[in-house]
């Protein structure tokens, strides 16, 4: 089974690399071929347009920034759909909207292609040890067939159901995880305020250690760094918009993250 990846950013890099661990042949399609030399030397093949790659691809996995990337990479006259073969299968593992995810099955399906939605879980530690969480919506037997790709980057598969599904279920998780980094993030400013010296702080149930706050300016950049890509999808599928005070000021923070990020770090 010939597998193609494009999306090789610091998770599809990592996501590539289990692949070609497993044994997959891989092509790979970036915009930027030398920043993924590290594959080409384990014996990935370089394709030069995502049509390129997809008309040498049984599997084209996809690990795109944003509905936008994906919808370019996926449907534009030199993307994916424009070159895979009937009966291949794309695998989308990024992060979007339920509604993209469904218009690019019912794409594909007019070309008698199968499409997946498979969202993952986790972030580069587990993408490098084959650990993420993959939550899958398609065809079950689709799915089924595609079983051992998923084993090789994930510990956990979820077949949550119809095209969109996966990409539904990210979103509740990615939901419930914002709202317990704003819990934790406003728990460390009181903190703060208060000027409470204690060699640790527990929150939540868990003992947060101060120099792993530091290091990891746990308090403010991280929350914004998953924000910004949440709140993107997440307002509208909540039914919300930037122009609601609340919505409106958590994009405006997290649009100004490094400045906001390195005096709530000092903290």
Not at 104 to 114: D, F, K, L, M
Request: hydrophobic share 45%.
């Amino acid at each position: 089974m010939q597998l193609g990846f494009i999306g090789l950013g610091n998770m599809g890099s990592l996501v590539a690399h289990r692949l070609l661990a497993a044994g997959y042949p891989l092509g790979v399609h970036s915009r930027h071929p030398d920043s993924i030399q590290a594959l080409v030397d384990l014996g990935a093949q370089i394709y030069t347009s995502p049509l390129e790659l997809a008309r040498k691809s049984d599997v084209v996995l996809t690990m795109l920034p944003d509905d936008a990337a994906l919808e370019h990479v996926l449907l534009d006259a030199d993307g994916v759909l424009s070159g895979v073969h009937a009966g291949a299968t794309i695998i989308d593992l990024s992060s979007v909207h339920p509604s993209t995810s469904r218009s690019i099955a019912t794409a594909a399906g007019q070309r008698h292609v199968s499409a997946l939605d498979a969202p993952v879980s986790g972030s580069t530690p587990q993408a490098e040890a084959g650990t993420l969480l993959v939550f899958v919506g398609g065809e079950r037997d689709v799915y089924d067939s595609c079983r051992p790709i998923f084993e090789a980057i994930s510990n956990s598969r979820f077949f949550m159901g119809p095209s969109g599904a996966g990409a539904t279920m990210k979103l509740v998780v990615n939901d419930l995880l914002g709202v317990g980094m704003q819990a934790v993030a406003e728990a460390l400013v009181v903190n703060a305020k208060l000027a409470v010296t204690i060699g640790t702080l527990p929150v939540c149930g868990v003992v947060l250690l101060p120099q792993q706050l530091q290091r990891h300016r746990f308090a403010f950049e991280f929350l914004v760094q998953i924000g910004e890509v949440r709140l993107r999808v997440l307002l509208p599928w909540r039914g919300l918009s930037e122009q609601q005070p609340l919505q409106g000021r958590l994009i405006q923070i997290s649009r100004q993250r490094p400045a906001q990020a390195r005096s709530l770090s000092t903290m």
